[in-house]
C-alpha cells in the first residue's frame, strides 16, 4: 500500500512532500518526508529523508539502517 501527499508552493519556489509505502505482508515501512525547491523554471534542489520501520525481517528494512538523506538535483533544458 502507498499513500503520497504534496503541497506546492509552501513558500515562493518550495514544495513538500510526504511518501509512504507499507508491505502489508511483513510490516514493513517507508516513510519519505521531503523538501524541493526550484530558485528558476530550469532547476530544482530535492532533499527527502527515509525513515525504516518494522521488524528486522520486513523487505523494506535494512538493518542496522534506520534513516538516511536523498538529495537530487535536477536540471531541465
Aim: charged share 20%; hydrophobic share 45%; proline share 5%.
Amino acid at each position: 500500500a502507498s499513500l503520497a501527499i504534496t503541497r506546492r508552493e509552501v513558500a515562493a519556489d518550495l514544495n513538500a512532500s510526504l511518501r509512504a509505502v507499507s508491505g502489508l505482508s511483513d510490516g514493513g515501512l517507508i516513510v519519505t518526508p521531503g523538501l524541493a525547491y526550484a530558485p528558476t523554471g530550469n532547476v530544482q534542489m530535492s532533499l527527502d529523508i527515509v525513515l525504516l520501520f518494522g521488524p528486522e525481517s520486513a523487505e523494506y528494512k535494512l538493518a542496522p539502517i534506520e534513516r538516511a538523506f536523498q538529495a537530487r538535483l535536477k536540471y531541465s533544458f
